[in-house]
């Protein structure tokens, strides 16, 4: 049994949100610390001890999480989900990369010195490291049971995976002498992303009333049937010409092929993409993140690319984390009141117990069955 009160109430709040028909308050990811649950003691001996019992040990993994669960409540439309990521963008490993495992992040080594006389980028089920994080899926899985959802990993794709695989500066030089060789070679990563995508959803996938369900590593996101978040992290370096011709077609044709697609739009070197991905028709939903020492997804700043995104017919995901709680509230009451509650996520960092019934409370009282005065 999943380890959520509201579960069927929250179910058809995501189902509203993919419509964006969303009633009452906006969805809000609202996980908060019982009080007096934690004892600090069993902290620290869950704490990873390595990058092996980080990333890789089933048991150790499956122990933190559910530690977490058993601690806090999963409030509003937040909902258990163990991640299992190999790092953001592990397709490349899948096709070559090795993987270097770090406290805060993973990275991947490029193997690929030149396209030319390269072979195909290829499905292979044979991959050391495909088998291992499977095994691990599968491993996990065992030990959960319905406790919680596994989230789908971060698998990525386009030309960002042809980034890990041959080095960003290369990949740069390879748009402007080899073009047409990185588009086939973005053509065979799209070909190999949804037999790496099934093998994670075989696993993940739950059955929902009847229909099989997923979530999305990280973002916090549900949906019945495929549910991914897509990115192109690497279109910081390109010119909205090369998005459109490298970028655009890969994201349109991959997001025809899911349920519900949440692009993730990373860092303002990345804004000048937006007019294209807002007229990719599959994309759903969009999330915004400011990049380093910028301020939080709900500052008025960042309005114009919520205005774009919202006057294309697309959700809106936040991030909120500047600040402490009383400031959320008020730079949320202006977020609410232009762009309403029907279409809009809201993922909060965990929080105490007290400021999750205050942000409740408020919610209940200024952001239910908002129209906005954005006209979409």
């Not at 028909?21 to 809000?28: A, E, I, N, S, T």
């Not at 406790?147 to 041959?166: C, G, H, K, W």
């Not at 007019?275 to 997804?297: C, F, H, R, V």
């Not at 709900?298 to 809106?316: N, P, S």
Request: aromatic share 14%.
């Amino acid at each position: 049994m999943l380890s959520k009160s509201n579960w069927d109430e929250t179910k058809r709040r995501w189902d509203s949100y993919w419509k964006k028909d969303v009633k009452g308050v906006p969805l809000m990811c609202i996980v908060a610390e019982k009080p007096g649950a934690v004892d600090p003691a069993v902290q620290a001996e869950l704490r990873s001890k390595d990058m092996f019992d980080k990333y890789r040990d089933a048991k150790r993994i499956y122990e933190r999480y559910k530690y977490f669960v058993q601690t806090h409540e999963f409030l509003a439309d937040s909902f258990p989900n163990v991640s299992l990521d190999f790092g953001p963008g592990s397709v490349a490993a899948y096709l070559g990369s090795d993987i270097e495992f770090k406290p805060d992040t993973v990275w991947f080594t490029d193997c690929v010195d030149e396209w030319e006389g390269y072979k195909p980028l290829a499905f292979d089920p044979e991959n050391k490291w495909f088998k291992e994080h499977i095994q691990l899926f599968k491993d996990v899985k065992k030990l959960t049971g319905d406790e919680f959802y596994l989230a789908i990993p971060d698998l990525m794709e386009n030309i960002d995976v042809l980034a890990s695989l041959r080095g960003a500066q290369n990949t740069i030089y390879d748009m402007m002498d080899e073009p047409e060789e990185v588009e086939e070679r973005i053509k065979q990563v799209q070909d190999v992303y949804f037999k790496y995508y099934d093998s994670f959803f075989d696993l993940c996938a739950r059955d929902e009333d009847g229909v099989k369900s997923s979530c999305y590593t990280v973002f916090q996101i549900w949906g019945r049937g495929r549910t991914v978040k897509l990115q192109c992290d690497f279109s910081a370096m390109m010119s909205p010409k090369q998005f459109r011709t490298f970028i655009q077609p890969a994201l349109d044709e991959q997001s025809r092929h899911v349920d519900n697609v949440l692009y993730h739009l990373d860092g303002p070197d990345a804004i000048k993409h937006l007019p294209a991905l807002m007229e990719i028709k599959g994309i759903d939903a969009l999330q915004w993140t400011a990049g380093s020492y910028n301020p939080d997804g709900t500052h008025e700043q960042w309005f114009d690319i919520y205005d774009q995104a919202r006057k294309a017919g697309k959700a809106l995901w936040v991030q909120v984390y500047s600040g402490g709680v009383d400031e959320w509230i008020k730079r949320i009451d202006t977020l609410v009141a232009r762009y309403g509650s029907n279409a809009l996520f809201m993922y909060f960092p965990p929080v105490s117990m007290a400021d999750a019934e205050k942000i409740l409370s408020h919610a209940e009282k200024h952001w239910k069955d908002i129209e906005g005065t954005l006209r979409v």
